[in-house]
C-alpha cells in the first residue's frame, strides 16, 4: 500500500501509527493521554450557542470538542483523505446525525436496496414519520438510479460493499448522478474500511463508518464517524452533534485511535485470510455460492478491482437449508463466533435470512427483490474472517460443513 498524502509525502502506515498524535508537550509521554475531562477551565467569557463557537476556540466542553476524540478524528480524516472528520458514540449516531441534520419534511432520499438493516430501518420508519420521502434503488442498476434520483432528490445514500451481499456500488458514477441532480451523496464504507477505498476522493459528500468494526478492530469499542468537507460538517456538528448528542467517550476514541494504528497492518491479513477461505469454501460441495469481492465469481470482481485497494475480509455464502445450519454452528464451531458484528480480529459468522431482512428492513418487491435474491438467494451466512490461522478456520468449518 503505497498510496501518498499531503502530509509531507508520508505513507499510509506512517500515518496510521502517527497522524493525530504528538508526544505530550508537558510529560513527553509518547503515547497519547485519555483527556475524559467533561469540562476545561476557561481564561475568557465563552458564549452558549452552538451556532458561534469560533473556529479557533479553545476546549470549553467535551460534547462540543474534546481533545482525545479530536485526535481520532484528524487519524480518521488524514486515512480518509477528507477534508474534516467528526466522531459518534456509535455507527448509528454517525448515520443518523447526517440524515437529520441533512433532510427536512419534503426532501426525498433515495436509499440503495442493500444496506445495514438499521440504517434501512431508520429511513423507512423515522424518516418517513417525519415527511420525508424515502424510495430505494438498486444501485447497481445506474438506469434505475437514475429514473430514482428526481429533482427533490436531497441525498443518496449507498453503503458499499453492501450488507450482507458484498455487491459493490460504483462511487464515482453514483455521485456523478447525484450531483447531476442536484443531491448530495452519502456513502457507508464500513465494510472497505479506509484501507480499501476513500470515497471522497471519488465524489462522496459524505463518508459514515461504524468504528465499531473494522477501524476499532478487536470488538472491544463502539464508535462511528462522518467525514465531509468543513462547510458540510458545519450542520453535522451544530444538529447532529451538539444539539443530538451522540458522542464518543473518550475512553472510546482512545481505544479506536490505537486501533487505527494496525488497521494497514490488519487489513492486509483480512484480505490473506478472507481469500483462503473464500476459495475453500468455493471448493466446498455443500456451498452453493461465495460472494467475496476478491474472488473472480464475484459478479462486480472487476468494480471490485477498480475502486478497492484492498478486498476486505467480509465474505458471504449459501448453502441449501441454510438456515437450519446455525443451531449447529452454534454448539460446534471451536474457533468462529456465532455472533454478529464485524471486523474484528476474532472471527464472526452469523445466519441472515433474506425473509427476515425483507420483513425487518427493506420491504422490496418485484425485480428489486428478484435482484437482491439472486445476490443472496433465501439468506446467507455473513462470515467476517478474523486474524487467526486461515487453516484453522477453515477445519472450524469443516465441523459444521461436513
Ligand atoms: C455496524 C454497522 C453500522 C452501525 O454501526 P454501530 O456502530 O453498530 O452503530 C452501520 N453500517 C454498517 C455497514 C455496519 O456494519
Partial sequence: MARQHDQKNRKTRTLAVHAGEAPDPVTRASAPNIVMSSTFVLDEPVGFSAYDIPEDAP?????????????????????EEAPA???????????????????????RLVMSDANYPGTAELARNDL????????????????????????????????????????????????EIAHQHGARL???????SPM??????????????????YCCGHG????GAVLASEEHMRAIETDGQIHVGGVMSPFNAWLINRGLATLPIRMESHEVNAMAVAHFLEAHPKVKKVLYPGL???PHHDLAKKQMDNFSGMLSFQIDQGADLAQKMMSDLEIIHYAVSLGHHRSLICWMGT?????????LSGEQLAAYREFAGDGVYRLSVGLEDSDDLCEDLVRVLG
Fill in 186 to 192: 452519502a456513502i457507508d464504507s464500513t465494510f472497505a
Fill in 128 to 175: 418517513k414519520r417525519m415527511g420525508i420521502e424515502v424510495v430505494t434503488a438498486n444501485f447497481s442498476d445506474l438506469n434505475a438510479l437514475e429514473q430514482a434520483v428526481t429533482p427533490e432528490t436531497v441525498l443518496v445514500w449507498g453503503e458499499t460493499p453492501a450488507n450482507p451481499t458484498t455487491r459493490i456500488t460504483d462511487i464515482a458514477a453514483v455521485a
Fill in 196 to 213: 480499501a477505498t476513500r470515497p471522497m476522493t471519488l465524489g462522496a459528500d459524505y463518508v459514515i463508518h461504524s468504528l465499531t468494526k
Fill in 355 to 363: 425473509d427476515d431482512l425483507m420483513a425487518s428492513s427493506y420491504g
Fill in 296 to 298: 473472480v465469481s464475484h
Fill in 59 to 79: 476546549f470549553i466542553y467535551s460534547r462540543w470538542r474534546n481533545p482525545t476524540v479530536q485526535q481520532l478524528e484528524d487519524k480518521m480524516a488524514v486515512l
Fill in 85 to 107: 472528520c467528526r466522531c459518534f458514540a456509535s455507527g448509528m449516531a454517525a448515520t443518523s446525525a447526517v440524515l437529520f441534520s441533512v433532510l427536512k419534511t419534503g426532501d
Fill in 220 to 223: 472491544d469499542a463502539m464508535g
